[in-house]
Every structure is written in structure tokens, then in C-alpha cells.
């Protein structure tokens, strides 16, 4: 299993990268074709991210998009995803797999102002995501555990065969947009890798909303992570801030994501 690092801005695309998209990969059997073939699941879909997504893969073999909550920093450009599949010069692609929260298609038909009798049946396949209830996607098992956010959200425990070996299973875990909760906690225990959230710094007070460097670290540590990568920090916050919030708390593997980093495990 292989994550990239498409976009990972917070809250908006900023001058280095597109907003939040995290490519995950895995080999696995595909029934349809009788072989083993490369899956490409991303998770969340931010302004920008959709044409950087083009750098890593052919769009066109996108197997999943699963959006971790709705609001438009992780999912502006599920429309350029659309356009992509229903006028592409060759033809319509057929849809593909849309997982997210609830009210998900009424979001997308409101970010791309199309009439509401259009049901995207042609573009997407959308499935509503709830907690603790797998998604499966060729070898990915994809479990959505319940964030703490302003609407909605989930984080996703990610399950799927090792690089290096494909007999064993890897498990990576996602936060989305969350503060400390008790699901986030959980979904993080053991993994390999945790992709969190630390759109915050010592200084916003607000809670219910984001993490900090120092509140993904006590997650990190009290779930026993073999490595964690810090992520959606904000175009204005200099990520050496929030990763020395986080060494504070934690010793471990820590470092700040970037467009291009790749993570295998």
C-alpha cells in the first residue's frame, strides 16, 4: 500500500499545493479482468487537487473517491472530477465509486449548479458512508470512524496488502477535519502510519474543529503509531511551528506533509 500526497493546504489550495487529496494504492485481484492490477482510491478531493492528481496517475483509472466530510476545501473539485467523466472527447467514462456523508449528492449538485432532476447516475456511483461500516475497494478496506468537527466528518482506518510484502496487511489511518474524540483515538491505535489533521496551532483556542500539532501527537503517542505525518496546515502557518508543537509531546516519527510525498508501507 502506497499513500501520495496530492494536495495538503488547509482550508484553502495555497502557493505550494492544492487543498486536502491523499492518494492510496495497493495491488490486488480485479475479478472483471482475471488479474492483479494497481487500485487508486483518493481521499478528499480539495480545489486544485483533481488536475494535480493527473502527475501520479491516469485519471481515468481512479477506481474511488471517498470524501472524509463536505465542506469545500475537501471537496471543490469532485466537479472537475465530473466534468472529466461525463465530456471526456472519447466518450463518457461510466461512473465511478462516491463515497461520503450524508447528503452528499445534494452537495455536489449545489457546488455545480445543475438542475436538480440530474442524478449523475452516468458520472458517479454515489454510496453514504456511517460509522464503523467498511467500504471495500478491490484489496482496500476502507472503515469510516466518526470525527468531531462543524458538520459532519469521518476519518478512515485504511487496511490493504504491504509493499514489500503482499501476503502481510498494512494499515494506515486518515483523521479528516476532527478534534480529540474518542473514534479518531481509536481509529488511530496501531497503526503504521497516521495522517492527521493539524490545521490549529497553540494559539487558536477554538475547539471543536481542528487539532494542533500537540493534540495529533497525544493521539500518536497514546495510540502507539509507528510514524505520523502532519497535514492541512494553513498556507499562513509555518509548519516548523506545528511540528515542534508536536515534538513536544511525542518523540516518535514525525514529519509535515508536502505535494509529491510519497509514503510506502
Request: net charge negative.
Amino acid at each position: 500500500m502506497r499513500l501520495t500526497v496530492v494536495g495538503c493546504t488547509g482550508s484553502m489550495s495555497g502557493p505550494y499545493s492544492a487543498a486536502s487529496s491523499y492518494l492510496v494504492q495497493a495491488r490486488g485481484a480485479d475479478p472483471e479482468i482475471g488479474e492483479d492490477r494497481t487500485w487508486n482510491v483518493v481521499f478528499d478531493l480539495g480545489p486544485g487537487s483533481f488536475g494535480a492528481l493527473w502527475r501520479y496517475i491516469d485519471a481515468r483509472k481512479l477506481d474511488a473517491v471517498v470524501l472524509s466530510h463536505l465542506h469545500a476545501d475537501h471537496v471543490g473539485d469532485v466537479i472537475s472530477l465530473q466534468v472529466h467523466r461525463r465530456w471526456y472527447p472519447t466518450g463518457p467514462l461510466g461512473p465511478v465509486l462516491l463515497a461520503g456523508p450524508d447528503g452528499l449528492m445534494d452537495r455536489v449538485r449545489g457546488l455545480d449548479g445543475f438542475a436538480e432532476d440530474d442524478d449523475y447516475e452516468g458520472d458517479f456511483d454515489p454510496v453514504i458512508l456511517h460509522d464503523g461500516e467498511p467500504l471495500m475497494v478491490g484489496p482496500l478496506k476502507i472503515t469510516p470512524y466518526e470525527g468531531l468537527h462543524t458538520v459532519p466528518s469521518f476519518g478512515f482506518r485504511v487496511e490493504g496488502p504491504s509493499e514489500g510484502d503482499p501476503e502481510k496487511r498494512v494499515e494506515l489511518a486518515y483523521t479528516g477535519d476532527t478534534d480529540t474524540c474518542p473514534r479518531i483515538e481509536e481509529m488511530a491505535d496501531g497503526v503504521q502510519l497516521f495522517l492527521s489533521e493539524a490545521g490549529f496551532t497553540a494559539a487558536d483556542e477554538a475547539r471543536g474543529v481542528h487539532l494542533t500539532g500537540a493534540r495529533a501527537a497525544e493521539i500518536a503517542k497514546k495510540g502507539a503509531v509507528g510514524s505520523m505525518v502532519l497535514t492541512h496546515i494553513q498556507p499562513w502557518t509555518d509548519p516548523s511551528v506545528v511540528l515542534a508543537e508536536a515534538r513536544e509531546v511525542w518523540d516518535g516519527a514525525i514529519s509535515t506533509a508536502y505535494a509529491g510525498a510519497t509514503y510506502s508501507l
